[in-house]
């Protein structure tokens, strides 16, 4: 017969992912069934249209598995909370545009969840911009999704299913979009480093499929130089596309597939969004942008 464990036997700690997963997942359930009466200060239950609407914002692509691939993303979401209002607005290249989807909101408040990996251009001015074009609404500009151990989780997983084994003489590019924005550069070069930590001090060389260095042939040859030989490109992308797809080809080992649906981003979305309702509430047709 098993013998039950020993209560002042020290337990594992939790990874820092499955930490804030249960956080994640109790402080959305409290936001989702409760709120406090101020006429009497009971609790009793939170019907559907008090919740803020999430309104996740991608990018765009021409390419059509990237539309596929953020609806399966927000699936993911809509499946860890139930009755939580999720829409999905694009900057650019598809419908609908952030813009039409905020249209469509009928007044309240919304929280603006870019599914982006870094901070840039389109977090701080065009998110902040398509809010002010929505005067019936009372926005919050959650941070973009990078960096964060949840991130870090899913990339590890993708090069995983791409055939990853640490292996003497491997290095990794992590190949992202690319800003003139340094606080991008600067968000990118973090999730590196977590990166490298994960797989037990690889070396892992940031790089940029358009407006920054290195491109990642670059970061490819420099690992080379370095001595390594089995170099994988671990795909910093949310979901396919035209610059997924570029950076992939580069890639004289194995390369990973985006981000994607995955669990891990879809717990993250739920963070970030979650993250913002805890700021003072904005005035209808202003928004505020919540830092990570």
């Known amino acids: 017969m098993t013998q039950p464990a020993d209560p002042r036997e020290p ?7 499955q930490l804030l997963t249960r956080i994640t997942s ?35 692509s021409r390419d059509p598995r990237a539309l596929t691939t953020v609806n399966a993303l927000l699936d993911r979401v809509r499946e860890l909370r139930p009755g939580l209002p999720v829409r999905l607005g694009h900057i650019e290249l598809n419908a609908p545009l952030l813009d039409r989807t905020l249209a469509g909101l009928d007044g309240g408040d919304a929280v ?3 599914l982006l990996l870094s901070r840039g ?29 949840l991130l870090v989780e899913a990339l590890h997983d993708r090069l995983t299913e791409a055939g990853w084994h640490t292996t003497r003489g491997a290095g990794v590019v992590l190949a992202a979009a690319g800003s003139r924005d340094p606080d991008s550069a600067a968000d990118t070069r973090r999730t590196a480093r ?31 130089a370095r001595g ?17 797809t ?7 080992w194995l390369a990973a597939a985006p ?34």
């Open 121 to 149: 251009y389109h977090v701080k001015h065009d998110l902040p911009g398509a809010a002010a074009t929505a005067p019936h609404l009372r926005v919050r500009v959650a941070a973009p999704l990078g960096p964060h151990p």
């Open 194 to 224: 977590l990166l490298s930590e994960r797989l037990g001090g690889v070396p892992v060389v940031p790089a940029y499929a358009s407006a920054a260095s290195p491109t990642v042939p670059e970061a490819v040859r420099a690992l080379t």
């Open 246 to 252: 570029r950076s992939a080809a580069a890639a004289p």
């Open 228 to 244: 390594r030989h089995r170099i994988a490109v671990a795909s910093y992308f949310t979901a396919p596309g035209l610059f997924a």
């Open 259 to 292: 981000l994607g649906a995955h669990a891990a981003l879809a717990r993250l979305v739920l963070h970030r969004y979650d993250q913002a309702l805890t700021t003072t509430p904005v005035p209808a047709g202003s928004s505020q942008l919540v830092s990570a």
């Open 112 to 114: 603006l969840v870019p």
């Open 26 to 60: 109790q402080l959305g359930t409290q936001l989702t069934r409760l709120h406090l009466d101020a006429a009497n200060g009971t609790r009793r239950p939170m019907s559907t249209p008090h919740l803020p609407t999430l309104v996740a914002v991608a990018h765009g």
């Open 11 to 17: 337990q594992p700690f939790d990874s820092t992912a």
